[in-house]
């Protein structure tokens, strides 16, 4: 069986996390992914905290394993997301779009791992440090807000520059970057677009038929100026947001325009005009799954490909 210490320190079966996903993972695919043997976890996003308390609620009636919440941390209203989370008692945070250094005691001494995503060696020292119970090193083929080293080239760098596990983001989507995760230096992985094309994932069929119709050049990357930079399905949206790059628009515009478009693409499946998040492997994913059938391929497919890695070695 495919075993790492990550598995030992978060109490779940196999070292796959399902990653946090604004308008995409809430408490009913974060709930069958850990069901599954893997880490769900449900993607806070903008949410009110109230709201947030709501999915994790929603996610314990639904399964007994642990599961985690992802936090953005530039949110004006961190501090009462985190308040909420840490009322509810979750069993990890995950962090994205910032540094998780200053709120990590805080949910230590509420008995609540931290596993920070982070774009570069430089920040997984930093979240080591500051006490950090793993990383996830996240490559720019990821969807949604990305940091610009790929997962090739990031992971064994973080591997080296830090001592706690890391897990692998970015790019991943079967049994092969899974075991190229492990040849890296990882002890796990993180998927976020092979699990949008689940039957457990709410988002609306049009964004997950986009998604599996999508090839290798499909997704493009909106929004550098703004410092967030944010992969996406190529779409109208998409356009518009690459013409006031070219036209040097101010920030505003771009905020203006980005505006209510996860929810366009999640809720009402605007396959043009929705923010259709989603990571370079969506090439790779050809049809919805169910998440147990995801998990269960990808687990039994790198167990046998490392079972047979001998047959690489002549004498
Ligand atoms: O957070 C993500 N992915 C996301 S968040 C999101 S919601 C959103 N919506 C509209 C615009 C922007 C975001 C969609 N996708 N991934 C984790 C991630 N974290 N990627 C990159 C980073 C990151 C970047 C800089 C983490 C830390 C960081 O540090 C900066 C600092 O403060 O030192």
Not at 141 to 166: C, K
Request: proline residues 4%; hydrophobic residues 45%.
């Amino acid at each position: 069986m495919i075993k790492s210490p990550v598995c030992d320190i978060l109490e779940i079966k196999y070292p796959v996390f399902q990653g946090g996903m604004a308008w995409a993972s809430n408490h009913k695919l974060a709930a069958a992914v850990s069901n599954a043997g893997g880490l769900g976890i449900i993607g806070a996003g903008q949410m009110p905290p109230d709201l947030v308390v709501q999915e994790i609620r929603k996610a314990k009636e639904n399964t007994d394993k642990p599961f985690g919440v992802n936090l953005i941390l530039y949110l004006s209203y961190i501090d009462e997301l985190i308040d909420a989370v840490i009322k509810e008692k979750v069993s990890v945070v995950t962090t994205g779009a910032g540094n998780a250094g200053p709120y990590i005691k805080k949910f230590h001494d509420a008995g609540i791992k931290v596993i920070p995503v982070i774009p570069s060696t430089a920040l997984a020292k930093r979240m080591e440090k500051a006490g950090a119970d793993a990383v996830i090193a996240e490559g720019t083929e990821s969807g949604g807000h990305i940091g610009e080293i790929t997962t090739m080239a990031l992971v064994p760098q973080v591997a080296d520059a830090v001592n706690i596990p890391v897990i692998a983001a970015g790019g991943i989507a079967d049994y092969r970057g899974f075991a190229a995760a492990l040849c890296l230096g990882a002890s796990g992985i993180q998927m976020g677009t092979r699990f949008l094309a689940t039957k457990e994932c709410h988002i609306h069929q049009n964004w997950k038929n986009s998604v599996i119709k999508a090839s290798d050049r499909d997704t493009v990357v909106t929004g550098r100026p703004t410092g967030h930079p944010v992969r996406v399905l190529k779409n109208k949206l998409a356009k518009m947001f690459l013409e006031l790059e070219e036209k040097c628009a101010p920030i505003e515009e771009y905020e203006k325009l980005g505006t209510g478009k996860l929810k366009a693409a999640s809720v009402d499946g605007d396959a043009e005009m929705g923010s259709l998040m989603s990571g370079q492997i969506a090439g790779l994913i050809k049809e919805e799954k169910t998440v147990k059938e995801v998990i269960d391929e990808i687990v039994s497919q790198t167990e046998a490909f490392f079972k047979n890695a001998g047959k690489f070695i002549t004498n």
